[in-house]
Nanobody, 128 residues
Framework: QVQLVESGGGSVQAGGSLRLSCVAS????????MGWFRQVPGKERQGVAT????????YYADSVKGRFTISQDDSKNTLYLQMNSLNPGDTAMYYC?????????????????????WGQGTQVTVSS
């Protein structure tokens, strides 16, 4: 079992940038497939980006392609999400998620119910 703690959220103006971090309680290298999700009140949690281990292949939702970058530092057990060119549509609670790497990490952005472990979330608010 792994525990996840996100940080880095905040309020920015449109066009700005934020970097989210997610620290895992133990090693995630080869053990867990990691991803970022986001949710606004009244809507389902949606996948934003995922990364495979050990290959570091990355996958993004169409809405964030070219603006967001997911990365992973195994030496720090930390997942990142660099978010550039933010717009008000990116306003949401952002969650880090992990799933056991049993048969390989998904080569897509899966639905949230495929992930087993979640952080508490970090709020991102983008004003116009």
């Amino acid at each position: 079992q792994v525990q996840l703690v996100e940080s880095g959220g905040g309020s920015v103006q449109a066009g700005g940038s934020l970097r989210l971090s997610c620290v895992a309680s133990g090693s995630i290298y080869r053990r867990y497939c990691m991803g970022w999700f986001r949710q606004v009140p009244g809507k389902e949690r949606q996948g934003v980006a995922t990364i495979t281990t050990p290959g570091r292949n990355t996958y993004y939702a169409d809405s964030v392609k070219g603006r967001f970058t997911i990365s992973q530092d195994d030496s720090k057990n930390t997942l990142y999400l660099q978010m550039n060119s933010l717009n008000p549509g990116d306003t949401a609670m952002y969650y880090c998620a992990a799933r056991h790497n049993i048969i390989g990490c998904p080569r897509r952005v899966p639905p949230s119910d495929e992930y087993h472990y979640w952080g508490q979330g970090t709020q991102v608010t983008v004003s116009s």
